[in-house]
């Protein structure tokens, strides 16, 4: 199977990793890839991401089999439906499906209907909304910009000026009501019909130790949570995943592919925080590390609507553990073009070679250093040693992923 893999992130080369790593895989083909994607794919090629028509032309031209998107923009664009209007399977959402992230207000009338656990919430356009909003609430102030905004998009503050500040920023928000409890992250991999969760994650949002600082795309993330409740992905699948699925069927929009489902696991049981239409980045890197079933195979049969007929998930007996290393000044505003030296066995998720071939960097969130263990000590201790072998002048990376889950400190509050 040749498999195109659409992206060039931390996502991107993690998937493309698990997909070299399938025997049933003979080809994989990443457009644009990355420096740290081209040391493992079969080829790069250089490609639009955001034209669908230029995606799908390039599947055709390279006899792909089966077409991967990785970043939510292309999917909320369209260019799942033209690769399958030439006939290719893909894995990913149709654009009126990823609507589901691209719209925060959709997602929530998509709950709605389906009767999901969430938080109560107002979409608004006006300050004088916004305002009425943040007081019903009050603090902490929940501030979603309604549409894209590459995991940066979210406010949460006791400063009630600041909220309202980035709610006029964004023009259309979706102020909520907080969710208080440990979040965790579930990807479900689905046809549409059936749906296969994968094993829960915990990210870290926040760019400094202990949850300080604005909203990232992500500082780090670990697997499994030894914190969980036992019956804690039943239960999501059962509220939330099923519900949500049946819910686009009903519509006349069916989601098949990644459906990310961002929760809070509150006193009252776990709420939904958002959707994500593919695969969540950084905690991408931690899940697929510990998988032993063959990627390449599931993602064809989600595609192809054969899931049922595919075999039980098999997982390693470990933990991972990644940590993001960011640029200076992100988020705010990432400086680029710094040498990099050390980066050797790490994930690329924004890096590019200047003409003299010196590795540099090319985004806000640089590198990402992903490692297994027998336990959360063991894999936290593999990453920081990573970690500790680069050179990147500015950057910035969290010193406690994973560290209150080693220790004991995270405790559900939902049994």
């Given at each position: 199977?040749?498999?195109?893999?659409?992206?060039?992130?931390?996502?991107?080369?993690?998937?493309?990793?698990?997909?070299?790593?399938?025997?049933?895989?003979?080809?994989?083909?990443?457009?644009?890839?990355?420096?740290?994607?081209?040391?493992?794919?079969?080829?790069?090629?250089?490609?639009?991401?955001?034209?669908?028509?230029?995606?799908?032309?390039?599947?055709?031209?390279?006899?792909?089999?089966?077409?991967?998107?990785?970043?939510?923009?292309?999917?909320?664009?369209?260019?799942?439906?033209?690769?399958?209007?030439?006939?290719?399977?893909?894995?990913?959402?149709?654009?009126?499906?990823?609507?589901?992230?691209?719209?925060?207000?959709?997602?929530?009338?998509?709950?709605?209907?389906?009767?999901?656990?969430?938080?109560?919430?107002?979409?608004?356009?006006?300050?004088?909304?916004?305002?009425?909003?943040?007081?019903?609430?009050?603090?902490?102030?929940?501030?979603?910009?309604?549409?894209?905004?590459?995991?940066?998009?979210?406010?949460?503050?006791?400063?009630?000026?600041?909220?309202?500040a980035h709610a006029a920023e964004c023009g259309r928000v979706v102020i909520e009501e907080y969710l208080d409890g440990p979040e965790v992250s579930l990807f479900v991999v689905t046809d549409g019909v059936t749906a296969v969760p994968l094993l829960p994650a915990q990210d870290f949002k926040r760019i400094f130790d202990g949850d300080a600082g604005p909203n990232t795309g992500g500082m780090g993330a670990y697997a499994p949570l030894p914190w969980a409740p036992p019956n804690l992905v039943e239960h999501v699948m059962a509220t939330v995943a099923h519900p949500t699925l049946q819910q686009m069927r009903d519509a006349g929009t069916p989601f098949s592919g990644l459906l990310y489902i961002g929760l809070?696991?509150?006193?009252?049981?776990?709420?939904?925080?958002?959707?994500?239409?593919?695969?969540?980045?950084?905690?991408?890197?931690?899940?697929?590390?510990?998988?032993?079933?063959?990627?390449?195979?599931?993602?064809?049969a989600a595609a192809t609507g054969e899931l049922a007929g595919h075999p039980e998930l098999q997982w390693k007996d470990a933990f991972s553990v990644t940590v993001v290393l960011a640029s200076?000044?992100?988020?705010?505003?990432?400086?680029?073009?710094?040498?990099?030296t050390g980066a050797e066995g790490l994930i690329h998720a924004g890096t590019k070679r200047d003409a003299d071939g010196v590795l540099r960097s090319a985004g806000g969130r640089v590198l990402c250093a992903t490692a297994t263990g027998h336990d959360l000590h063991a894999a936290r201790a593999a990453a920081y040693e990573l970690v500790s072998h680069v050179e990147l002048a500015?950057?910035?990376?969290?010193?406690?992923?994973?560290?209150a889950a080693e220790e004991g400190r995270v405790v559900s509050p939902w049994r």
């Open positions: 199977m040749r498999v195109l893999v659409v992206g060039g992130g931390g996502r991107e080369h993690a998937l493309v990793l698990g997909l070299v790593r399938d025997p049933g895989v003979t080809a994989v083909i990443a457009a644009p890839g990355s420096p740290g994607i081209a040391e493992v794919a079969t080829e790069l090629r250089e490609v639009d991401i955001l034209s669908p028509v230029a995606v799908a032309g390039l599947a055709v031209d390279v006899e792909a089999d089966l077409v991967v998107v990785g970043p939510e923009a292309p999917l909320v664009a369209g260019v799942a439906d033209a690769v399958r209007a030439k006939g290719i399977p893909v894995f990913g959402p149709s654009g009126s499906a990823a609507r589901l992230e691209g719209s925060k207000d959709f997602a929530k009338q998509v709950m709605t209907a389906a009767k999901v656990p969430t938080a109560r919430a107002f979409t608004c356009t006006t300050a004088e909304e916004a305002a009425r909003a943040l007081d019903t609430f009050g603090a902490p102030y929940v501030v979603k910009n309604d549409g894209l905004a590459a995991g940066k998009g979210v406010v949460v503050t006791d400063d009630r000026d600041a909220a309202l809070a696991i509150t006193e009252g049981g776990p709420k939904v925080i958002e959707f994500n239409a593919r695969f969540g980045d950084p905690e991408t890197q931690s899940v697929l590390a510990l998988l032993d079933t063959p990627l390449g195979g599931l993602l064809y200076a000044g992100y988020p705010a505003s990432a400086r680029t073009g710094d040498e990099i500015g950057s910035q990376h969290r010193t406690d992923i994973a560290l």
